[in-house]
């Protein structure tokens, strides 16, 4: 059914151009094992073969990368999908996958003014007192407009690109094909399983193409920090700067350090989203903020308690801290915008991160690794698990960093280094981990950005240490009690109920026990080929006797003094017996590309 929806003919146009962009980049062969060519050229669409390889001199990632940004939207958030996955791609491919940018020609206004008309419920020169009609920022997906509220309050207006669900709609039937043929055709990319990456790609895709999602997902951050006060040092001057910011507010009250844009819920949906706008210095001006006067190890520190707690006690975190979603404010305060990518960790996953990240600071491997092979267990990406090899090249690793002062560790290096013996011995991180590696690695070369001498493991040491002891504080062990008694519970009075069915299915036979054997079916599909490999093999050499015998009979039709149908049954068994050397030679190639 996907393959009829695929080759609809609304996906023809779309499909043409990106086979085209394909071949050019040398990816011809691909598009010829997913059925495209012969599909385009069944409808008269013609395919440049001649342009296959023209870029062919480019390292692969380079043309993956170039590629992707010439088929769109769809393939660039793909590409920045895959800049989280350090755990599948060396640090060159990820490096690549990085510079695709999120960026694209605004749309024309008049398309714009007329959905947000829909959207608002009446023209937006109408709904705000002010608005802009020049985008503030673009991106592939949506642009940004500013605009002033009747009360006088500054906003932005975030406004989905018109008809840009049918495109990706589209891309994502493609896309899904496209990992199909990958990972049945390509024996050294098949290990990175992506036809799971597609699926998690297209549910978050279409989460981030209804803003309403991204509008609570900011809500519940700001929720969270409600309240926070920050690592709490007594910086002085953080505590001026923040009298001076209230003085000037005429609140006489501190603001809060961490600043979460306000949503207007009254004119947020699928298509747009008004969020209050932050006036602050971009995280990529660095000069502006000294000139500023603010303090960079201030908000380097505050930065890193910030995405920490995020992640270690909220279990919800912004997955792009970049420079270009963190804005500056006075009183050494942050503000974070943009939460379409975000990641969520559950109460265990929040665990082993801090057991992990405290075993790497007080260079205890074997924590290390036994978090490491839980997050693994579900076997590697080429098969079973070397524990005791993956345990011993853990040791090592951290033994290397015994005695190091912390304040010389850097956290970042010390993961995107386990990450690497993860893919030495071809193991994934689930998505959700992946995510929380890369924000952790952004996350500390902008701190270090702004402060070069940034301590990040001391920063995070009290605060691991803090949420591994308060999962033991009584109020929360009773808490896990009572869920592992009501479950327990549950269990038990489910039992009875499960028992009567397993001895009614017994009673009238159709009880079924699945028993799946590692590797049966690549057993059974080599004796298939076996049997067929050996019945034309004596199908030929039937050929050849009858044939010999018919060259000494005489009489009947002759060519060149040779009897015609002794030449025509020699000629087939010839073209039998090439067949067959050539299916044994490609089972046998076949066989060694499965080897590990």
């Known amino acids: 059914m996907l393959w009829q929806a695929l080759v609809a003919a609304r996906d023809l146009g779309r499909l043409q151009e990106i086979a085209s962009i394909l071949i050019r980049y040398g990816f011809g062969d691909m598009v010829r094992r997913m059925g495209l060519a012969n599909l385009l050229e069944r409808t008269g669409r013609v395919l440049h073969w001649h342009e296959a390889g023209e870029l062919a001199h480019l390292p692969p990632h380079a043309r993956v990368r ?33 510079k695709l940018q999120d960026s694209s020609p605004a749309s024309p206004y008049p398309e714009i003014h007329q959905q947000l008309t829909e959207d608002l419920g009446a023209p ?168 500023a006067g603010l303090d960079r190890k201030i908000l380097a520190s505050r930065g890193v308690h910030a995405v920490i707690k995020m992640i270690v006690e909220d279990g919800l975190f912004h997955a792009d801290p ?55 267990s579900g076997g590697g990406m080429g098969g079973d698990i070397n524990e005791d090899a993956l345990t011993s090249e853990i040791g090592t690793f951290v033994d290397q960093h015994l005695g190091v ?25 689930p998505p959700d981990l992946a995510l929380f590696v890369k924000t952790f690695i952004t996350l500390e070369g902008m701190g270090r950005e702004l402060d070069p001498e940034l301590d990040l493991a001391g920063e995070a040491l009290p605060m691991l240490r803090g949420a591994l002891a308060a999962r033991y504080v009584p109020a929360a062990m009773a808490k896990r009690g009572w869920r592992a008694a009501a479950d327990i519970a549950t269990l038990i009075g489910d039992l009875p109920r499960d028992l009567a069915r397993l001895v009614r299915s017994a009673r009238r036979g159709r009880l079924d026990i699945h028993v799946e054997v590692a590797h049966l079916k690549h057993v ?34 002759t060519l060149l003094g040779l009897p015609i149908f002794g030449l025509i049954g020699y000629s087939c068994a010839t073209i039998g017996g090439i067949w067959l050397l050539l299916s044994i030679s490609r089972s046998n190639k076949a066989d060694r590309d499965r080897k590990p």
Not at 185 to 208: A, D, I, K, P
Not at 346 to 352: F, K, L, N, S
Request: hydrophobic share 45%; with cysteine.
């Open 66 to 98: 170039r590629a992707l940004e010439e088929m769109g939207p769809t393939f660039v958030k793909l590409g920045q999908i895959l800049a989280t996955r350090v755990d599948l791609f060396e640090p060159e491919w990820i490096a690549e996958f990085s």
């Open 405 to 429: 002062p912390l304040r010389q560790l850097k956290l970042g290096n010390m993961l995107s280094d386990l990450v690497t013996i993860l893919r030495a011995h071809q193991l994934s991180l």
């Open 124 to 291: 937006p020169e109408e709904v705000f007192a002010a608005f802009d009609p020049q985008p503030l920022a673009t991106g592939s997906i949506a642009q940004v407009h500013r605009a002033r509220l009747e009360e006088g309050g500054e906003v932005v207006v975030k406004v989905r690109r018109p008809g840009i669900r049918l495109v990706i709609e589209a891309d994502l039937r493609w896309l899904s094909r496209l990992a199909e043929a990958i990972e049945t055709g390509n024996s050294e990319l098949r290990y990175v399983h992506w036809q799971e990456v597609v699926r998690q790609f297209t549910q978050s895709l279409r989460r981030e193409l209804d803003f309403g999602v991204e509008c609570r997902n900011a809500e519940r951050i700001a929720m969270n920090f409600s309240g926070y006060s920050g690592p709490d040092p007594t910086y002085e001057t953080s505590a001026a700067g923040l009298d001076a910011v209230a003085a000037t507010d005429g609140t006489g009250f501190a603001p809060p350090l961490i600043v979460i844009p306000r949503v207007y819920w009254q004119w947020t949906g699928e298509r747009v989203c008004v969020q209050e706008f932050i006036d602050g210095i971009p995280g990529r001006d660095l000069a502006a903020v000294d000139h």
């Open 524 to 557: 059974g599909d080599q004796l298939g080929a076996a049997a067929n490999r050996l019945v034309i093999g004596i199908v030929v050499a039937a050929i050849i006797v009858g044939s010999s015998i018919v060259m000494t009979v005489s009489g009947g039709p």
């Open 322 to 376: 970049h420079p270009g979603n963190i804005f500056y404010l006075p009183g050494n305060r942050l503000a974070f915008i943009d939460f379409g990518m975000v990641g969520r960790l559950t109460e265990e996953r929040r665990d082993q991160l801090a057991r992990l990240l405290l075993g790497l600071v007080q260079h205890e491997h074997m924590r290390v690794a036994d978090v490491l092979l839980d997050w693994t």
